[in-house]
């Protein structure tokens, strides 16, 4: 089996994950900084892993770990071993970790922030149509960054003040180009920042997920604090910077099938169909680390080995053409069914998904609405991703926003 080393440039994502699913539904990968895994690359194998009790999250599993071959200044080590949360352990300590979070972001109680992320969302709207007319605009930092920042910090109590320090941290955290030198310290940078907001919520709790937290570890619930620090930086972490690159995909998606743009702003197409489309054809998590295999596991025609870290290449498997059809590799917002797995399938699937569904479902029509001409202000072509081998992360995403709608032409 030919070894596929990951790009830690991320310079052509469709490319890598074309060679990933050409290797077969299992293909042996490097990770940046030398590191061997496997990686799934198949809907159907995918679905299956996951669901597999033979695939677990404890990184004492993994051979390469217990060898000592895993340096703790590798980039990417804050995320194969993030510390002890609902990512990183199994059966019922999974179910006690996952369970407080999943009730506070039901479908039911997501719906009861509409509100408050519509109001977030005219304010963001209000700024972009204060900016200098003509001139090219960052949409990702002026408007998909703020909101989901924002609504992920409101539910979890965290102060807007600690929003640029998060952001510091937390490129270093998903770059693989990170100085080894510099993870050690960057680690440690996070743990602190997110125990210092334990600890203040703990002096003064409201009405927010971190308090009901350290309020259900008092309460019998037995979540240690380091449960309690990491759960909140993982929620803080994925809370926002996927629903960043859904919005940034939706956009260069339409920007670049106009047809279907004409098509989704005359209410042809739904905006629902539009962002599971997007998180399909170009999904923001492009691959998951990592798991590892208790025992040898058949994957169609090969085998995952015992004691091997296995990562889950959604961006591979999100045009799987045996899912999809032959029409796979195609944008097409009108795709019906569309049962992709971007979120993950499952006892792990992620319980932020209703809560990113709902962002997108409003931010994306009320920017279009507010900004009917909007365009690229560069070709896409020109367009560059973050070097972040787990997230589809553009750089930036130039646009010309164009006259707003009511304003003067």
Not at 40 to 48: D, G, I, N, P, Y
Not at 75 to 86: D, E, I, K, Q, T
């Amino acid at each position: 089996m030919t070894r596929i080393a990951l790009d830690p440039f991320v310079r052509d994502l469709d490319g890598e994950s074309a060679a990933l699913r050409a290797a077969g539904p299992l293909a042996e990968v490097e990770l940046p900084g030398g590191v061997h895994v496997y990686a799934v690359t198949r809907h159907a194998e995918a679905r299956a892993l996951l669901t597999d009790s033979r695939v677990v999250k404890d990184i004492n599993v993994w051979n390469a770990w217990r060898r000592g071959e895993i340096p703790m200044d590798w980039p990417l080590v804050g995320l194969a071993n993030p510390g002890r949360s609902m990512l990183t352990v199994d059966g019922a300590d999974h179910r006690r970790l996952r369970t407080l979070v999943a009730q506070a972001l039901t479908v039911k109680r997501v719906e009861r922030l509409r509100a408050g992320i519509e109001a977030l969302t005219d304010a963001s709207l209000e700024k972009l149509a204060a900016l200098p007319a003509g001139e090219p605009v960052d949409l990702k930092a002026e408007f998909a960054y703020p909101l989901p920042m924002n609504v992920i910090s409101e539910l979890m109590g965290v102060d807007a003040a600690d929003h640029p320090r998060l952001k510091e941290l937390f490129e270093k955290f998903f770059s693989t180009q990170t100085p080894p030198d510099e993870v050690p310290q960057m680690m440690a940078d996070l743990g602190a920042l997110f125990t210092k907001i334990v600890d203040d919520k703990r002096a003064n709790p409201g009405d927010d997920l971190t308090s009901a937290l350290i309020a259900a570890s008092e309460n019998g619930d037995h979540l240690t604090d380091e449960e309690i620090v990491n759960t909140l930086q993982l929620i803080i972490a994925a809370g926002h910077e996927t629903t960043i690159s859904l919005i940034v995909n939706v956009v260069e998606a339409l920007q670049t099938h106009p047809e279907q743009r004409g098509k989704v702003l005359n209410g042809e197409i739904g905006w629902e169909g539009v962002i599971e489309e997007t998180l399909r054809w170009n999904t923001p998590t492009s691959h998951v680390l990592i798991r590892f295999a208790t025992e040898d596991i058949e994957v169609g025609d090969k085998i995952l080995p015992k004691g091997e870290g296995l990562i889950i290449s959604f961006g591979a498997l999100g045009r799987d053409e045996e899912q999809y059809g032959p029409t796979a590799g195609d944008f097409d917002a009108a795709r019906t069914p569309n049962r992709h797995i971007a979120f993950g399938h499952g006892p792990h699937v992620c319980p932020g998904a209703a809560l990113s569904r709902l962002e997108a479902g409003i931010a994306l029509p009320a920017l279009y609405e507010r900004f009917p001409e909007l365009d690229l202000a560069v070709p896409a072509s020109e367009l560059r991703n973050r070097p972040i081998v787990t997230q589809n992360d553009l750089y930036e995403l130039p646009v010309k926003l164009g006259c707003p709608f009511g304003g003067d032409a």
